[in-house]
């Protein structure tokens, strides 16, 4: 089979595509045809190995799992002879973290694994993206800073993939939502639901007088020692961009302080609470109230000019490889 390799660490020309042995599953695994395949921030990261404390997961000098991706949606070709939760001919789709990757014809993942049938009124092109953006804003959002009914929720770097999920969600849990994006994408994330739009390139949110019970900083641009000083009395930080004083902040107001710093590596959960919080939005996307935002298309050959892409950060919503 053909796939997309990430021969070192590096720059987008480290990616390969390369004929490899197509996977047998194992006893308690699916083979699934890849139709469809994100291609993330977070991808872009382990392509270059960075942060460096990262690698220690994912191999200290080379990658230990070559094959790029995560994000999948295929159907199932082979099932092995212990698989009870799918059978052959089965629409999936999921996300296989620190094994098989997705950018290629066709990927091995465990039925314990987090993949779940697919709906039917939902494409592969948007499911491929699921578990990168709405998944981990769901994660944020409503399980980490509890979002109620009228709280004042801010989305910094609203027009990404996170972005335009947390968007929606903190919408559909009732908060007021404040998108900052660049002028450009202000009528897409009106059309999400924000209630306002701030030009990151001509206003400083932190600077307008205005307080959020929530900020929400999907790109990891605007630090915590700025942003509490606009959070209310109890407000919460939330930021999926690790860095050492972001570690630092979490351990501090854990024990001190009203304020909030928070991370959480959502990928790393367990799979029962990420398959929990996968069906809940799998039931907002069939009621239409969480849709998936698609900027751009790629084959398989064309991986290194999407990673390139997305490595400019101007990407709107979700970046996917078409292998269908």
């Known amino acids: 089979m053909k ?9 987008p020309k480290v990616l390969q595509l390369q004929e490899i042995p197509k996977p047998i599953p194992k006893e308690n695994e699916i083979l699934v045809k890849v139709k469809a395949a994100s291609v993330t921030k977070a991808d872009t990261m382990m392509r270059r190995g960075k942060p ?31 698989v009870q939760r799918f059978q052959l001919g089965d629409d999936v789709f999921g996300e296989s973290v620190l094994g098989a990757g997705s950018n290629a014809e066709y990927l091995c993942i465990s039925e314990d694994g987090l993949v779940e049938v697919k709906p039917e009124n939902v494409g592969h092109e948007e499911l491929a993206s699921m578990c990168d953006g709405p998944l981990t804003s769901w994660n944020y959002l409503k399980e980490m800073a509890n979002v109620k009914s009228g709280q004042k929720v801010l989305v910094n770097g609203a027009s990404g993939s996170l972005g335009t999920a947390a968007v929606q969600l903190a919408k559909y849990l009732g908060a007021e939502v404040t998108a900052v994006c660049s002028f450009g994408n202000f009528d897409l994330v009106r059309s999400l639901g924000a209630d306002h739009v701030l030009d990151h390139t001509r206003i400083d949110f932190t600077k307008t007088g205005d307080s959020y019970d929530i900020i929400f900083d999907t790109v990891g641009k605007s630090p915590f020692p700025e942003c509490k000083k606009v959070l209310s009395g109890n407000g919460i930080y939330l930021s999926p961009v690790l860095s050492m004083s ?24 367990a799979v029962p609470k990420l398959r929990t919080m996968l069906i809940e939005l799998i039931n907002l996307l069939e009621l239409g109230k969480l849709k998936m935002v698609l900027d751009k298309r790629y084959s398989l050959h064309e991986v290194g000019k999407a990673h390139s892409y997305v490595d400019t950060g101007r990407k709107k919503g979700n970046v996917v490889v078409i292998l269908d």
């Open 246 to 269: 972001l570690l630092f902040q979490m351990l501090w107001t854990s024990k001190f302080g009203r304020k909030k710093a928070m991370f959480s590596a959502t990928g790393l959960l």
């Open 3 to 11: 796939a997309i390799i990430t021969t070192k660490y590096g720059s």
């Open 52 to 82: 460096w404390y990262g690698r220690i997961f994912i191999g200290l000098t080379k990658p230990k799992y070559p094959i790029a991706g995560t994000g999948f949606s295929g159907t199932i070709e082979a099932v092995g002879d212990k």
